[in-house]
């Protein structure tokens, strides 16, 4: 990537955090981990193709332009929050998702966090998913494993951290967290 793809990438990507609170790959990335999707999978929820869905994730394009896909992530949102927090199953996610590829309308995304009684691991759940995306909001994960192969021979721990969050899957990241916990 030349000079000048990178500095739109970097544009598209704040963009993005303005308009959606966190740079679009990140969020969709937490979507596919909490909901045990595929990109695939996800763009066929939201209405969108596999190319645009990849494109929005890379930050070559900064906006989702059709209202309805946006009320589609703001409800897979709150559906990925109700399963971490237990009160969905694996099995009412898919149904619920069925239901979310249909919905049509819908102009804003909610970025707020959800606000609903949790459990411990709930809440671990959700510290490791915040500095996971505040982690990707400022790298891709190729960068990050750079920089912990660049730490690792002189602050192994730290090393191990940015890999755990910063290109792990969040489940690996709540064992780390809940392994360093006192």
Same mark, same amino acid.
């Given at each position: 990537?030349?000079?000048?793809?990178?500095?739109?990438?970097?544009?598209?990507?704040?963009?993005?955090?303005?308009?959606? @609170?966190?740079? !679009? @790959?990140?969020?969709?990335?937490?979507?596919?981990?909490?909901? &045990?999707?595929?990109?695939?999978?996800?763009?066929?929820?939201?209405?969108?193709? =596999?190319?645009? !869905?990849?494109?929005?994730?890379? &930050?070559?394009?900064?906006?989702? @332009? %059709?209202? =309805?896909?946006?009320?589609?992530?703001?409800?897979?949102?709150?559906?990925? +929050?109700?399963?971490?927090? +237990?009160?969905?199953?694996?099995?009412?996610?898919?149904?619920?998702?069925?239901?979310?590829?249909?919905?049509? &309308?819908?102009?804003?995304? %909610?970025?707020?966090?959800? %606000?609903?009684?949790?459990?411990? =691991?709930?809440?671990?759940?959700?510290?490791?998913?915040?500095?996971?995306?505040?982690?990707?909001?400022?790298?891709?994960? @190729?960068?990050?494993?750079?920089?912990? %192969?660049?730490?690792?021979? $002189? /602050?192994?721990?730290?090393?191990?951290?940015?890999?755990?969050? +910063?290109? &792990?899957? $969040?489940?690996?990241?709540?064992? /780390?967290?809940?392994? /360093?916990?006192?």
């Amino acid at each position: 990537m030349d000079a000048a793809q990178q500095e739109a990438t970097a544009r598209a990507r704040e963009l993005q955090r303005s308009w959606y @609170g966190e740079p !679009l @790959g990140a969020l969709f990335r937490r979507l596919i981990d909490d909901l &045990g999707l595929n990109q695939a999978r996800l763009a066929a929820v939201l209405g969108l193709s =596999a190319p645009m !869905l990849s494109q929005l994730m890379s &930050g070559q394009r900064a906006k989702i @332009g %059709n209202p =309805a896909v946006v009320q589609r992530v703001q409800a897979l949102q709150e559906l990925a +929050g109700q399963v971490a927090d +237990g009160r969905v199953s694996a099995a009412e996610a898919t149904d619920r998702m069925e239901e979310i590829k249909k919905t049509a &309308g819908g102009s804003v995304l %909610n970025n707020t966090t959800q %606000n609903t009684s949790s459990t411990g =691991a709930t809440t671990v759940r959700r510290v490791v998913r915040e500095i996971q995306s505040l982690l990707r909001s400022v790298s891709d994960a @190729g960068e990050i494993i750079d920089a912990a %192969n660049s730490l690792a021979a $002189t /602050h192994p721990e730290l090393a191990e951290f940015l890999r755990v969050y +910063g290109a &792990g899957r $969040t489940a690996d990241a709540v064992a /780390h967290y809940e392994s /360093h916990q006192s």
